[in-house]
């Protein structure tokens, strides 16, 4: 059984521009990034706890990624980042540009707080924050 996620990729079509994005999202450079000439894809990476998120953009248009894009277009259906302090996040990426669905955070699953970012705003991505309530008795 799977102990944790190893990456999420997102099919961009400017990984120039994405890993911008990106490192504003997440607060972070880009850790590895990588021309994979048998899949025809350029790579970026970035480590967010113990998972990897990896941007791929195509490089020909008979690339899958590239296919792909065509196809359905940019990114997956959504990530989840947990954060401490959710109203501080929301803060922070507001200041960095990000538009979100919902002005304020909304009860999420399993006792958290959540907002999604637009995904007019990452890449075709939708992002989601989510912050856990402390355990009782912590």
Do not use: C, W
């Not at 911008?20 to 000439?37: I, R, T």
């Not at 025809?40 to 113990?50: D, E, S």
């Not at 947990?82 to 919902?102: K, M, P, T």
Request: hydrophobic share 40%; charged share 30%.
């Amino acid at each position: 059984m799977p102990e944790k996620i190893a990456h999420i990729a997102i099919a961009v079509k400017d990984l120039k521009a994405a890993k911008e994005l990106f490192s504003k999202l997440l607060g972070a450079e880009a850790y590895h990034e990588e021309d994979v000439a048998r899949q025809r894809v350029r790579t970026a990476m970035f480590r967010v706890g113990q998972v990897t998120i990896e941007l791929l953009e195509g490089t020909d248009e008979g690339s899958p990624v590239t296919k792909f894009i065509a196809k359905r277009g940019e990114g997956i259906h959504h990530i989840s980042l947990e954060v401490r302090d959710i109203e501080a996040e929301i803060a922070r990426l507001r200041n960095e540009g990000f538009a979100f669905v919902h002005d304020r955070p909304e009860q999420g699953a399993n006792n958290s707080r959540v907002a999604f970012l637009h995904p007019r705003s990452t890449n075709g991505v939708l992002i989601e924050i989510s912050e856990h309530a402390q355990p009782r008795g912590r």
